[in-house]
């Protein structure tokens, strides 16, 4: 009777440790490799496991049965293919040794998951889990504890905020009481696992950089940010106000539309102004101007006038603001009286407007911008050069067509002439 002892190992450990392929069979062969695992990690839990094997196939030959240890390991890339890798190699070792049952030794949950695989080919007798005994004196906690306080991100990780959370606390309870306090440095706590989770810090000192390389290179969008960041505040300032004259609104769509309609035209010049600045930043530096630099100015005025008639509409639905007024109008012989258009023919009016000027803008772009290789929106005008077809193969370079042929090397034909 033949029993196949299998150490698995799902995630392939042992190739990336040693580099080895699996399947690895043969009791030498795989004490070798509990000793180049365990020199390379002392640490790894598959040394363990690979001694658990090697002792079950002892046993086994101890009551005269004829067992064969090997380790079939999986795939790095994704679970799939490390179980078709495990599969395959299993395959392999079944069509070559024709085991008559085998023994699982495995060493954790994630390993374990392979053991349906190994049932549908072969009779399995057994699963044997390997739980490595940790050490649970003084000492060993000491020793953890040391190497936890030498890494010192984990030291101003964790303890920095555990030590603020104990000092801040108490006197949280006893100015405001206990719920108080616990909520406080709950919402704190809460706060940094999305600043650490977000990497806000990385992202923070990336713009802090950026605005200083700015300020130090002269750059004209450095005054234009900081007019569309003055901007953007009056916009918001003018839409809080057109939602606080409105007298008790239903729900909180007209609220919104108020805020919508007020704010969109500071929003919007806003917007322009910083994108007016890095356009200027590239005609200062003689870059070639992209596309994106010239177009985005008339993309972002089309969004505000389509946003500003959509609010428009549903305020003037609700009665919220009247009709839109058109002036007279007198240019020499021709006059055109004072009207005003329904809210469905201001929205048509801003709509079209909107499309006007992003063609124009879109049309402008295409005049005036140069083609670069970073700019998608091109036209083409870089991948359309023609290049000369490439003479370089897989197998070296190609012969030109009317070369003649390559004089023989071998003896053996020159002799024969």
């Known amino acids: 009777m033949t029993t196949l002892v299998i150490c698995l190992d799902r995630t392939d ?3 990336r440790v040693t580099g080895l392929r699996s399947p690895i069979v043969g009791w030498e062969a795989v004490r070798a490799l509990v000793t180049d695992i365990g020199l390379a990690d002392p640490e790894d839990s ?13 046993d086994l030959r101890d009551d ?13 890339e994704s679970m799939v293919s490390a179980d078709r890798a495990v599969a395959r190699q299993l395959d392999d070792l079944i069509a070559e040794y024709g085991p008559d049952s085998a023994v699982v030794v495995v060493d954790s949950a994630e ?4 053991v349906p695989i190994v049932e549908s080919r072969v009779q399995v007798d057994s699963v044997d889990r390997v739980v490595v005994r940790q050490a ?10 040391k190497q936890f306080l030498a890494d010192e991100e984990l030291r101003q990780t964790v303890l920095v905020p555990l030590g603020l959370t104990f000092l801040v606390f108490p006197v949280l309870a006893m100015q405001f009481g206990t719920a108080e306090g616990a909520a406080a440095i709950t919402t704190v706590i809460g706060v940094f696992l999305l600043y650490k989770g977000f990497n806000i810090d990385e992202i ?16 004209v969008s450095v005054v234009t940010y900081v007019v569309a960041a003055g901007l953007t505040l009056v916009g918001l300032f003018a839409g809080g106000l057109g939602v606080s004259s409105l007298e008790d609104p239903p729900g909180v769509v007209i609220p919104a539309m108020q805020f919508a309609f007020d704010a969109v035209p500071w929003l919007a010049m806003a917007a322009v102004t910083a994108s ?23 993309i972002v005025l089309a969004v505000g006038l389509v946003v500003r008639g959509f609010s428009a509409y549903f305020l003037e639905q609700q009665g919220v603001i009247g009709s839109f007024a058109v002036p007279a109008i007198e240019l020499g012989v021709l006059s055109v009286d004072s009207f005003e258009l329904a809210s469905g023919e201001r929205l048509v009016l801003f709509v079209l407007t909107a499309i006007v000027i992003s063609l124009l803008g879109a049309r402008i772009a295409a005049s005036f911008a140069t083609p670069t290789e970073d700019d998608p ?26 070369a003649p042929p390559a004089p023989s090397s071998d003896p053996g034909e020159d002799s024969s002439r």
């Open 276 to 298: 007016a600045g890095r356009l200027l930043d590239e005609v200062i530096s003689e870059k070639p101007l992209r596309r994106s630099y010239l177009n985005l100015p008339f």
């Open 377 to 402: 929106d091109a036209d083409g005008a870089i991948g359309d050069v023609d290049t000369p077809p490439s003479e370089v193969t897989d197998g070296g370079p190609v012969a030109p067509e009317d």
């Open 111 to 114: 390993d374990e998951r392979l």
């Open 46 to 58: 598959g040394v363990n496991t690979l001694l658990e094997g090697l002792r079950v196939a002892q």
């Open 204 to 219: 923070m000192t990336g713009v802090s950089h950026q605005v200083r390389e700015a300020l130090y290179s002269g750059q």
């Open 64 to 76: 005269d049965e004829e067992a064969i240890v090997a380790v079939i390991s999986g795939d790095r």
């Open 136 to 145: 649970r004196d003084i000492e060993s906690t000491y020793y953890l504890l």
């Open 13 to 15: 450990d042992v190739g």
